[in-house]
């Protein structure tokens, strides 16, 4: 087995606790491999789990297996935990169990049942917004559960919840994991902030809450950008994958090649859809766990691009980028060329030195520049 098929593999795993057993599927990728978050238990034994329907937005199928619900929605914006989540559906008959591909502040029912583990990793006005989301998505008289931890703002995010629900208690900690309920006592009415507006090389563009340098032009796909030779691109079939909000998409069809972008993050894929449409520019773009979504047979593209992450979560996880990798190997057709930044310190090219000849175009002080041709086998 490649690579690139171990990490799509899904990997069942049986989970038990005092208070049940579950059979639930997780993959390389993802932060709590091969487990489940740290801070899980203190929902199975804090939170009342009964509802007549139940948001699931903790990005674990693991309470909306346990949940005494008639109804569960599983709401995530990433592709790679909705596909072990949509395998663990199949384990269960107790519920029903919707798996939607969203946030919660685009997801459009309510429910009296509500459990978040905010994205403190993507930013304080993801996390806010999340917040809001949740107050917004109950019903008058529901409960939403929240947890976090004291390392990444906790008691922070407690205050502003305060501001947000009727009612707030904190009803359990464990190695600095903090688990919050807010009450739903009365309706009305939040303005919930959903995209940010920003200039980007030249560009006016927009993101939603928590994607990828939302707000910014990130540093490394600066350098990549001022490194590429964007007229050599025109009517050429070009890969970005990991788009994010789209800029290095944008900026290649504008230079006239046929763009298709991949992001595991549904809110990035929305974002360069939206920024496409309000530039007057045509491209596709994919929710997909790295290639999984990708409609071309191998060998289709003439240029892959990326910036891949190493992070899941607070964690550095290279099996991402190494899975970017295998991607590209795939996508492109011999002679095509892989354009990447990286981090100076990271040894990606041992992952493709084998199949392409390969080139630093340009280094600085934090990051390097590489262009591959992909050889003949």
Known sequence: MGFLESYHELKAFHYRSKWGEYLSYSKRGLAH???????????????????QHFIDATDTIILGLAAQAQKVSLVSASEALLRGARAATQTTSAHPITCHPSS?????DQADLLCLIPSADKGTLRVETELKASYDKLIKGGRAYWLMHKDLGAKRYESFAATIFDEVKILGKDKGWRLGVG???QDKALAIFRKVSFEAAGLKLSAEPGVFACGKLDAGTAFLLENLPLTSFAQKKLLDIGCGYGLLALKATQAGAEVSALDDDVLAVKSTLENAQDLGLKLEAFHSDVDSALPYSPQSFDIVLMNPPFHAGKQVILDIPKAFLAAAQQALKVGGELYLVAN????YEVEFASWAKIQTLAENNVFKVIQAVKKSP
């Open 33 to 51: 491999y091969p487990g489940v978050h740290g801070g899980l238990e203190l929902f199975l034994k804090h939170a009342d789990l009964k509802a």
């Open 183 to 185: 009450y739903k006592h």
């Open 344 to 347: 100076r310190a990271l040894p």
């Open 104 to 108: 919660l502040w685009h997801f459009q």
